[in-house]
């Protein structure tokens, strides 16, 4: 593997999708076909990327040109229904299943906090599922906790993490 990571941009967006709809694809089985139904649709909309691009910063990883990783930074003063205006979070963190376990997700991740930080954030946060495991090991991992239970989304049960960034600048390895 000769991994390199850099920042996505709109021209990534065909990648970035094909990426998600994969990497999000390892899912299916464990969905309703009415919620797969309702994520991929979701994936496989080009403006779910041209729409994130706009308010993110984009971090990808590649191997051989080909974009294998990616992780959004979305700076406060965008809130959502999950998401509080005063903090900057993370989005579609996705790896391709084959390239799982390189510690991908883990360097995109660290890159979205360190650039968070640098951006003066005082908080980083994301939500996810109770069927990505992977996922919310390696939150707990960088020092996220879980603040709280968050709707259920694709009939699955979600949670709200934090990282609070303000005055630390040591990201943990």
Known sequence: MNLKFREGNSDDILKLRELAVVSYG?????????????????????SSYTDILKIAKCYVCEDENKIIGVAYIVPSGNPND?????????????????YSGNGIAKKLTQKCIAYAR????????????????????LYGSLGFQIVKEVEQLFGKRYWLYHLNIKGNNESRQ
Request: charged share 20%.
């Open 26 to 46: 390892q899912f299916e089985k464990i969905l309703t076909t009415e919620n797969w139904t309702k994520l991929y649709t979701n994936l496989a909309a080009e």
């Open 82 to 98: 999950i998401f509080e205006s005063n903090w900057s979070y993370i989005r579609m963190v996705a790896v391709h299943p084959m």
């Open 118 to 137: 640098k951006s003066g954030e005082s908080i980083v946060a994301l939500h996810t599922s109770e069927f990505m495991d992977a996922a919310r090991h």
